[in-house]
């Protein structure tokens, strides 16, 4: 706990003072006061994370964490675990989905293996700090030991430390992991109070009758496990997964060092939501990317009081929708740092 304690120390407010004057920079750009709309809040937040009227965007990372999941042995899954080692390499070598769009905006690709249950070969693209071969069956016990819950946090601090180092103004969040849309069902219902029937969605798929088996597995791990709702770490223990605690340890060291986490969709909202519940404060540097189609996500959206910034039916992960939104975060960025003021272009202003 000692990194965990140490981090939650460094977490404190927005600069408000920041916040105003990125605030009278964009009442007195080209354009009607307030008529460039979340943008205007995106660039003024972003001022209050970095305590700087002029933030900066330049230097990006999506952080894609990977881990399986003890509740795919319910068999209502379509995908075999393997599939989770196979897409780290595919992230490792620039073949998927997140390796597009981040070359697009310009991140940089972070991959993380913290709970997978496939031996992987040994791969300097890919950072392994697995914990365990995956969770525990969860419908049968706890995912992990509360041990585990932190240490799988802690990893995430320590990665996202590490990143700093390099030179870091926004981050994503990424996940990779057959089965997580589970424990990320149970971490929405059980934090939120909201019914399974109302958080779970079709993952990557489900039929009517994985969706039946699906909602019970995951109701006979919460009746069974008995999370405390408001001791997040005890809801990563008992019904978690490896990657969305090292999620929640990325969203967490990043407040910690004021960079300005880009939160992808549903396992990337389970991670937040635990670090929500552990320090309320960080939902002030968290940008929620976009709202997936799985049910959960709006809900847990809401719990935090985030708007999602795009609604593009998205539910694949990896910290796509990070990468998307990381082009809206900057295109703010960009009218705050280059737009003309009406002084400057010698444009009236409005009577008053």
């Known amino acids: ?175 990779m992991g057959i089965g997580n849309t589970s424990p990320s069902a149970a971490i929405c219902s059980v934090i939120t109070g909201r019914s399974l029937e109302d958080v779970t969605g079709r993952g990557t798929g489900a039929s009517d009758e994985q969706m039946k088996l699906k909602r019970n597995a995951i109701a006979k791990a919460i009746s069974l496990n008995n999370p405390d709702a408001k001791d997040a770490i005890d809801v990563l223990s008992k019904v978690g997964g490896y990657e969305i605690g090292g999620l929640a340890g990325v969203i967490l060291g990043a407040a910690a060092n004021r960079v300005a986490v880009v939160v992808d969709g549903f396992i990337s909202g389970a991670a937040a939501l635990i670090a929500y519940t552990i320090c309320p404060q960080v939902k002030d540097f968290m940008f929620a990317a976009h709202q997936s189609v799985e049910p959960g996500h709006r809900i847990l959206l809401e719990h935090m009081g985030l708007d999602a910034i795009l609604k593009m039916d998205m539910r694949l992960g990896e910290g796509t929708g990070a990468a998307l939104a990381m082009n809206i975060i900057e295109a703010a960025n960009r009218i705050q740092n280059e737009m003309a003021s009406f002084a400057d272009a010698g444009v009236s202003e409005k009577q008053s």
């Open 1 to 175: 706990m000692e990194l965990l304690n140490a981090t939650l120390a460094k977490i404190y407010g927005l600069d408000k003072e920041a916040m105003v004057k990125a605030q009278a920079h964009q009442d007195i750009l080209i354009k009607p006061q307030g008529s460039l709309g979340k943008l205007e809040a995106i660039v003024v937040q972003l001022a209050g994370i970095q305590g700087d009227a002029k933030p900066k965007t330049a230097k990006k990372a999506i952080i894609t964490m990977a881990g399986d999941h003890g509740i795919i042995d319910e068999k209502f899954h379509n995908w075999p675990k393997e599939v989770t080692v196979q897409m780290l390499q595919n992230f490792a070598h620039g073949g998927a989905a997140i390796n597009v769009l981040s070359r697009q905006v310009g991140a940089r690709n972070v991959v993380v293996a913290l709970g997978v249950a496939t031996p992987m070969a040994a791969d300097p693209n890919i950072i392994n700090r697995n914990i365990a071969p995956g969770t525990n069956n969860m419908v049968h016990g706890p995912a992990m030991t509360r041990e585990q819950a932190v240490k799988a946090i802690e990893v995430g601090i320590e990665i996202v430390n590490a990143e700093v180092k390099k030179g870091l103004d926004l981050v994503g969040t990424g996940d």
